[in-house]
């Protein structure tokens, strides 16, 4: 689970980082727009994911070093 979260959270953050620097929304081009659902479905699911990652921080009993 911690893995698959992890990717979860690099892909949303690869996904900032081309909104930031080209302005291209990717998950957006893929799923069919930023309001579509399955767009706000990924969204969703990443910030999920973010939000299990910060567990991860004060878990000293498995270490993602």
């Known amino acids: 689970m911690n893995k698959l979260a ?8 690869l996904n900032w980082g081309l909104i930031s620097l080209f ?3 990717l998950v957006a081009s893929i799923f069919g727009g930023q309001t579509a659902i399955l767009s706000r479905i990924v969204y969703g699911i990443v910030g999920l994911a973010g939000l299990y990652c910060i567990t991860l921080l004060f878990n000293e009993h498995e270490r993602v070093d």
């Open 23 to 25: 302005q291209y929304d």
């Open 6 to 13: 992890l990717v979860l959270v690099i892909i949303g953050a």
